[in-house]
């Protein structure tokens, strides 16, 4: 049951009611705060209105009256389509409100907007996350900000009903460049993981059992506790898609060569991903990459 609302706290327009923004905007619900939201699915909408939220006709009318907007969406295109042109957010949002998108999306991008609703009087904070889809129900994110301090303490209760690590990473665009870091790390440990799997399979070792010893010492993870499962059951039910990290390697392939950094091993493993989308299973969690490895191993997958 969620709280009533909290009439002290900043209103809140949520837009984007996907696999991460549904729970973390019930989240802020549940923290007190009156959150409108609008997505483009009505059976979203209808979820928002079931836990407490109000769901808008239209992203202008969420974003009209509210003084703190968050957006979360798939990728940069999508930003900038919700951002900009009439119906968008800098068009009808009021002056002074605090814009937080927590999409992941380039770093380049996030500094063009800053810059466009400077322009209308609206503050800007990237504020991606990690953490998967159970992080975002159990209110554990990692969220990594880029943007001013001052917007930034502003943000911090809000930041606080959705996560747990909460970081000012630096200016515009800085929230953008460290979520591209973890979206490496992340993608070359499940590559490990997922090559350690089969060569254990292939071994005739207990996986269970294997898999247990391994997460207490230096080669357990974050990624090997939470994605354990899916490597033992096969379980692909997507928490974060191959589509996006398939995206998210392009930002941080592409922001790497800009500012002239090598990236060897991510190289590799950003065009198995792309290998694993282009076979067809771009719909299903990154933990599928054990499905790659699989293939090149001999297997019919």
Known sequence: MSNPADSSRP??????LGIMGSPMSENLIKAGYDVTGFTLEQDKL?????AGGTAAGSLAEAVRDADVIITMVPASPQVEAIS?????????????????????????????????????????????????????????????????????????????????????????????????????????????????VVFLEKSGVDLTAALDVLGGGLAGST??????????????????????????????????????????VGAVVAQLVASLRAQGDGGLDHSALLRAVERLSGAQV
């Open 223 to 264: 990624v090997l506790s939470r994605k354990k499962e899916n490597f033992l059951k096969r379980d692909f039910e997507p928490g974060f898609r191959i589509d996006l990290h398939h995206k998210d390697m392009g930002i941080v392939t592409d922001a790497a060569r800009t500012v002239g950094a090598a990236l060897p």
């Open 84 to 196: 900009y042109g009439p119906a968008g957010i800098l068009e009808n949002a009021r002056s002074g409100a605090l814009l937080i998108d927590m999409s992941s999306i380039t770093p380049q991008t996030s500094v063009d907007l800053a810059a466009a609703a400077a322009r209308k009087g609206i503050r800007v904070l990237d504020a991606p996350v990690s953490g998967g889809e159970a992080g975002a129900v159990e209110a554990v994110l990692s969220i990594m900000v880029g943007g001013e301090q001052a917007d930034f303490v502003e943000a911090k209760p809000v930041f606080e009903a959705l996560g747990r690590t909460i970081v000012l990473c630096g200016p515009h665009g800085s929230g953008q460049t460290v979520k591209a870091a973890n979206q490496l790390i992340v993608a070359v440990n499940i590559q490990a993981c997922a090559e350690a």
């Open 11 to 16: 209103s809140i327009a949520w837009i984007g």
């Open 46 to 50: 209808d979820r928002l209105a079931a």
